[in-house]
Structures are given as C-alpha cells and as structure tokens.
C-alpha cells in the first residue's frame, strides 16, 4: 500500500500537468484522423459534454479544429463556463505537422 501511494504521488504532477486536447470537429472528421491522445467532442456539445471528460475549471485544455473557427466558438464556451485556461491551438493540419517534427 505504501508503493502505491508513493507510485501515485511521483506520477500525479505528471498527470495533472499533461493538457487535454480536444478535436472539436465533427466524429467522421475526427474519426478520418486525430492528434495522438487527442479526445473528441464536436464544439456544438461541448457545453453538455466537457464534464464528462473530468475536466476541472483550471485544468490546461487545448482546443482544435480544421481551422480554428469551431475551436474559437468551443472556446468561447468553455470561457463562459468558467473554464479560465482553455486556448484555441488552430488547425488540425497544423498541429499534425507540428507534432510529426516532435516524435521525430
């Protein structure tokens, strides 16, 4: 028992310090292709559904879409809810470039 809890106290800032990626696109768009660890929920539910990924009002949340205008409106949402680090990170295309150079 004594592991585990130290397990989980060296794991958990690690944990906690990884953003959530959301694909606000639609589940076809999302299923056509995705950011690695990236979640989906469409930004025409995200008010119904961010609960339900456990996020927390503070936790870093990273918005994306094929544009960047879908994850502009998520994000104007998710702000009206009072979810104070949330960013729009822009274009999926983008981001797949971005993140093909890192694993690199």
């Known amino acids: 028992m004594k592991k585990l809890l130290m397990l989980l106290l060296l794991w958990a800032p690690l944990v906690i310090a990884q953003s959530l990626w959301i694909d606000v696109r639609t589940a076809e768009e999302f299923q056509a292709g995705h950011l690695e660890g990236a979640i989906n929920i469409p930004y025409d539910e995200i008010a119904e559904r961010i ?3 456990g996020a927390d009002k503070s936790a ?6 094929r544009s960047g205008r879908r994850s502009g409106i998520a994000l104007e949402t998710l702000r009206s809810m009072g979810y104070n680090n949330a960013s729009n990170a822009g274009a ?3 981001l797949k470039q971005q993140q093909a150079k ?3």
Do not use: G, H, S
């Open 51 to 53: 609960e339900a990924v």
């Open 102 to 104: 890192t694993n690199e």
């Open 92 to 94: 999926y295309d983008q």
């Open 60 to 65: 870093e949340i990273k918005l994306y879409c």
